[in-house]
């Protein structure tokens, strides 16, 4: 979900519009392809836990199996913590760098990182720690959106210009938005031999949804660090970025609108 420690600049920063998408995020809608490999007494790493919605729902699956999940941000680490939910003792949360995971090898069955490889500048040596911390026989397991999958109806005005804004400002931080396709390429790179690839959507068109996902984004490019970034660096006006909030909202009012979100997914053996 946020950059490791390793790297200087996380595209979305902490915003609400950003943690609330973070929030929303469970195993079950963002690492179903996971599922299967979960079992009771398994060791966990989340690598890029964010506030920890995934890492709960893990912990939940394999316990009494430790879980731990580590962030860049502490503030991040710190908000994880507290949302713990009543009865799960087998999550902790620390501050930690994907380049140098501070395990020794072969520590967990399971090393899982969602959204963050796209944020980085060397998803190929974030690969090979993560493989490093995982058993032999283990699973390293990744899912990344991909901004170029990215469909919607209808497309009304102003809302049309925040991917070509968002893509010059994440590839300007170093990032790569379309990682989702090239997930399986960078595990191979990194010496992974049996990488399963995969790809599932979420998708937002009703009413809620559409509202909800429409104040992450539009809200995302008008308010949190994407728009700092987008004016400091001449991608786009305040007024440019408003016009694209003002189109975001138009498009949630839409009685059709419809978004889907592509994502690649890949489970490799350790």
């Given at each position: 979900m ?6 200087a600049?996380y595209?979305h920063?902490?915003h ?18 996971l ?9 966990v ?12 729902g ?10 731990v999940?580590?962030?860049a ?9 507290r949302?713990i939910?009543?009865g ?11 380049y140098?995971l501070?395990?020794p ?7 899982h ?6 944020h980085?500048?060397?998803?190929v ?5 993560m493989r ?5 026989g283990?699973v390293v397991?990744?899912?990344?959106a ?8 209808p ?8 991917l070509?804004v968002y893509?010059?400002v ?14 399986a390429?960078w ?10 690839a995969?790809?599932?959507?979420w998708?937002?068109a ?9 104040e ?12 700092d970034?987008?004016v400091?660096?001449?991608?786009a006006t305040?007024?440019?970025l ?9 498009w ?5 609108g ?9 489970l490799c053996?350790?």
């Open positions: 946020i950059p490791m420690a390793g790297e600049t595209t920063g902490h609400e519009t950003v943690l609330s998408a973070h929030r929303w995020r469970t195993v079950e809608n963002s690492a179903a392809y599922i299967e490999h979960l079992r009771p007494g398994a060791s790493l989340d690598v890029g836990c964010g506030p920890g919605s995934i890492t709960a893990l912990a939940g699956r394999v316990a009494p199996g430790r879980v999940g580590v962030d941000a502490e503030s991040v680490v710190e908000q994880a913590t949302a939910p009543d799960v003792r087998n999550v902790e949360f620390a501050v930690g760098d994907v140098d501070r395990f090898d072969g520590a967990f069955d399971v090393v990182a969602h959204q963050v490889l796209q980085i500048a060397d998803p040596g974030a690969l090979r720690e490093r911390v995982a058993k032999p283990g397991a990744v899912r990344e991909d901004f170029g999958g990215m469909v919607w109806h497309d009304p005005p102003g809302m049309d210009a925040w070509p893509y010059r994440a590839r300007g931080n170093g990032g790569e938005p379309d990682a989702g396709r090239r997930l390429a595990a191979r790179e990194a010496g992974f031999a049996d990488v399963r995969s790809a599932s959507s998708c937002f009703t009413p809620d949804e559409r509202a909800w996902w429409a992450s984004w539009g809200g995302r490019l008008a308010r949190s660090a994407v728009a970034t987008a400091a660096e001449g991608h305040r007024d440019d408003e016009r694209i909030y003002a189109g975001w909202k138009a949630a009012a839409a009685e059709d419809w978004f889907a979100v592509l994502h690649g997914e890949i053996r350790a």
